[in-house]
């Protein structure tokens, strides 16, 4: 299998899916280290793109967004709930990567 060239990739949706579907493993399958591997692969094919749409500090910013996201939605579901957490957080991120790397194609 070969991955997409970088710069043809759209990375908003892998952002969000990336945080949305590590949760959805951790709790379906009771396995919460196997949500972080699911959030990091997500997060390594999108940060591949990063890069080479936008470059470091970029990627470095976005990266920061997706990794503090998943941090923010533990206290933030205390609040609102988990769905609704990380609904929010992933939707943030989606927009963070849309707006630095995705609309420059």
Do not use: N
């Amino acid at each position: 299998m070969q991955l997409r060239d970088a710069a043809d990739v759209t990375t908003a949706p892998i952002a969000a899916l990336g945080l949305i579907g590590g949760f959805v493993a951790a709790r379906e399958t009771g396995i919460r280290p196997l949500g972080g591997v699911v959030l990091g692969l997500a997060g390594v094919y999108a940060g591949r793109t990063w890069l080479a749409k936008s470059g470091g500090p970029a990627t470095a910013g976005l990266a920061a967004v997706y990794l503090g996201g998943f941090g923010a939605s533990h206290p933030l579901a205390k609040r609102i709930g988990a769905w609704p957490s990380v609904l929010t957080v992933a939707a943030a991120s989606a927009a963070a990567s849309w707006i630095v790397a995705d609309r420059r194609r």
